[in-house]
């Protein structure tokens, strides 16, 4: 079946450091990928997708590659804020049934001044 | 536009009660699906909706269900709670077509349920 594997937290960096975290899934179809930012107390906010092989998501200083080789979808941003600190999920929605999302477990994020 | 609304925010139940939650979805979207967050089993699937009807189902047992109204809005029933479905319950919407437009997918905030 499907699942997305992510690197467990929690993460503490400092300001303006460099982040990784890294996301591997299986799939057995065709999938799209996702990075979801949780902030305290609220819902699930998309930070990027990539939806094919190569493709690379961006938004907000935060990149993700879809390497269908290595079956990843690593997440870096080069200068961390302090604004960033949040839980960060791996997500995939394969190509069939194509309406369910499967989750890392997340990743705390917190980055000190 | 419009995000997606969910109510209540939160709610207390005691073992035994049924709970109904809600989900408004973003105007034009015909997918709604529900997910369970607990800290020990994370993100989980619990069913989809589109035009009324179900679907798509996780792993969940037959105390939990859901419908869909004609307008999209959705609600999802849990009946004789028990302790462990203390969760956050988020709901996510999208168009609910297949290939890209399915990828599109806005949650609400949560309903945070607690059983006692």
């Known amino acids: 079946g499907d699942s997305v594997t992510q690197m467990e937290g929690p993460v503490t960096l400092s300001e303006e450091a460099f982040l990784t975290i890294n996301c591997t899934y299986t799939?057995?179809?065709?999938?799209?990928l996702f990075w979801y930012v949780q902030y305290p107390g609220e819902g699930l906010q998309l930070l990027l997708k990539?939806?094919?092989?190569?493709d690379k998501g961006s938004n907000k200083g935060f990149e993700a590659t879809y390497r269908k080789e290595t079956t990843s979808f690593h997440l870096e941003k080069g200068s961390v804020q302090v604004s960033d600190s949040a839980v960060y999920f791996c997500?995939?929605?394969?190509?069939?049934?194509?309406?369910?999302?499967?989750f890392g477990t997340g990743t705390s994020l917190t980055v000190i001044p | 536009k419009a995000g997606v609304t969910q109510t209540p925010r939160y709610l207390i139940k005691t073992r035994g009660q049924q709970v109904t939650l809600s989900c408004s979805p973003i105007?034009?979207?015909?997918?709604v699906s529900w997910y369970q967050q607990t800290p020990g089993q994370g993100l989980q699937f619990l069913f989809e909706?589109?035009?009324?009807?179900?679907?798509n189902k996780g792993n969940f047992p037959g105390r939990f269900s859901g419908r869909q109204f004609s307008n999209s809005r959705s609600e999802m029933n849990v009946s004789t709670l028990e302790l462990g479905d203390s969760a956050l319950y988020l709901c996510?919407?999208?168009?609910?077509?297949?290939?890209?437009?399915?990828?599109?997918?806005?949650f609400g905030q949560g309903t945070r349920l607690t059983v006692v």
């Open positions: 105007s034009g979207h015909r997918s």
């Open positions: 799939a057995t179809g065709y999938p799209s």
């Open positions: 990539a939806t094919k092989a190569d």
């Open positions: 996510a919407s999208s168009q609910g077509g297949t290939g890209e437009m399915n990828t599109e997918a806005f």
């Open positions: 997500a995939l929605i394969d190509s069939w049934p194509g309406n369910q999302f499967y």
């Open positions: 909706y589109f035009s009324e009807t179900q679907r």
